[in-house]
Structure formats: structure tokens, C-alpha cells
């Protein structure tokens, strides 16, 4: 348990660092990590040594040897805790459970989020073929959406026109993660229609970028394709660009913190947090900008970002992590990469036939993109 709790730790931390690195300011956290006592404490201890603003939502979930009662008995000792208090870290509840789940441990999730007030609750929404309901509808029906607790749902994948309404009437968001959603074959075939209660996120960073830059650029022309077939499948050219740069923007920043309900985070204004990123003009990619929020959506990296502050404190200064520990971590971090690893070298790739477990669906081959003539499945070497 030893290595796992430093795996759990140096993994978050190192995380947590490549996210700021990366502009990124306040993150909610569905805190996968929550396997054990001590994993937990790792993980909220990275997670608080970060520096990062975040809304760390304890997970609660059917994991081995580690029982619903073992999980609920550590969120009310943390809870009661006081480690939160002074920090930029918040207590969340993070639950798949609501639909389909127990309804007892459901009731007890609702139970404990009403008696902490919890800063938000966060559920993972995959509704059609995935069978990881959570709806809007589940929510409501459950009187969870109309509480002062915010409630964010994750990708809202095939969300219906119902879920739609009553995220409006209850002011509840979802988050547009596009890129993960395009890499795990989610989809987000209505996410476009309601992105007036939507704000973007970044998903697994073990798997693609951390920086919400990349989503949000990801995300605008993706909508815009997605508005333009509108016309286009009739057989006519759009006269107008559907969406702005400006509301990219804006799902990157504002609404981030308008789905937490804190209109002191995620803009610039008298009485917010000092939560800022400083974007270096003068690099390569940004010389000659006029409109700064088209230069950073559609010309930025990561690399172009020269500050980061988290509640008025340098976590990047001059286009480097400030933090006098970071390589030490970065040392740390590689350690436990390798090893792991090494020991997912080690399995074999799953075969996925039959039923999808979680809805009864069947798997179905998706054809593959041909870019090479000849031998071979373009592919090329698997190095994990």
C-alpha cells in the first residue's frame, strides 16, 4: 500500500503542476483515487499542496476491498476534519450511483452532500448505448437539482430534449469534455444546443493534454461543423459563422465558474479571486494579434503562456513552474510512470465482444482510417 499511496500522491501533484503549467486555475476533480484510506489521504494531500483552486469531489463507488460504509465513515472524518479550511481546495461528492445504482447508498450520497453542503456534486452522464444514466431527470426526480448545492454533469453525452429544460430552470451545468469524448467514442451529438448551460473540461489528463486552451479550440470548430451541416446538408453555403471565438472563450473561463455557481472565479472584475493567466504577446505564434481573444482560441500553446496566478500567488512565472519542489517531483513522478508502466506492458490488450456490461448493448467494429498503402494497419510500434 505503501508504493500505491506514493503513486497516488506524485501522480496527482505532478498532474495538478502540468495542469497550471498549462493556464489552467481551477479544476473539480472527480477523485478516482479514492480506493483506500490512504490513497484518499494522497491524494487529497497532493491535491491541497498543489496550490491549485480546486473542487476535490470525493468519490464514492464499487471498489475492491474498500466498502460504501469504509468510504462514507472517511468523507465525515474529512469533512469534520478542518483540512480544508485556509486552503484553495473545497469538499465535493463525485457519484455514478444515481441511475442505475443502489437507492440506499444513494439516499445516504443526497444524505451527506445536504448535511456538509458540499460545494458541488459531479456525475458522469452517459446516456443511449452507455447505460451510465445520471441524468438530469434522475437528479430531479432524486430533489437534488434544485438545491443551493451546484450539480455538474460530465459530457451529458445524448442528453435529451427534457434534460435540456431542466438544466435551464434549475440553473445546472454540464461539462463538454470534446476531446476526451472524441478519443473514447462518447460523442456529443447535442452539446452544441446547450452550451448556454455548459462550460468545458478537460477529462483523464494520463491520456491527452491538460490545458483547457486545446479544448476550447477543439470544441469551436466542432460546434461550428456541426451548425454549418445545418446548411450545408441542404445543399446551400453558410453565409455566417455560427460561433464566435468570443463564446469559446467564455465556456474556457466564465462559465467554468458560473457552473459552480462562484461568479468570483473565471473573470477579471473588482472582488474576484486573483486567478489569472498572462498570455506573452511577442511569441511566434501571437506576434501581430489585434484581437486578444482571437489570438489565444485560434493561435495559443501552452508555450505562450507566461504567468499563472491562483488566488493572487505565482504557480508559473516567466514560463516556469515556480514551485522550488517541482524537480523533485518531476523525478518522483517518472519513477512511478515507469514502474506502471512496465506493468501495463505486461497485459494483454482486452477483447471486446459479446454485451457492453453496463447497458446490454453489443460491441461493434469501427472501421479503420487507411493512410498507408500496402503492408501493415498504420498503426506502427505499440509502446505500451
Known sequence: MRNQTEDVYISQLAGLYEAMNAGVTTILDHAHHIWSNDTTEAGLTATIDSGARMFWCYTFHNVTNYTFTEQVNKFEELANSGRFDGTATSLGIAYDGFNPGSPAETEKVIE?????????????????????INSPEDLNDLGILNTTIPVVFSHASFLTGEGASLLRSTNQYISITPESEMHYGHDHPHSHLIQDQAALGVDTHFTYSTDILTQARLWLQSARVAFYRWVLQNWNIPSNNPMSVDQAFLLATRKGGLALRRPDLGVIAVGAKADVVVWDGNTPGM????????AVILHANVGDIKHVLVDGKFQKQDGKIVSSTYPAVRERFLATAKKIQAIWKTKAYPVLEGEFPES???????PLADT????????GEQFL
Request: negative net charge; glycine residues 18%; hydrophobic residues 35%.
Open 112 to 132: 451527506l452532500a445536504k448535511e456538509y453542503n458540499v460545494s458541488v456534486i459531479t456525475t458522469h452522464s452517459l446516456q443511449g448505448i452507455w447505460g451510465a
Open 287 to 294: 506576434l501581430g494579434w489585434d484581437d486578444p481573444v482571437a
Open 360 to 366: 446490454g448493448f453489443s460491441y461493434g467494429r469501427v
Open 372 to 379: 498507408q498503402t500496402g503492408e501493415g494497419n498504420g498503426y
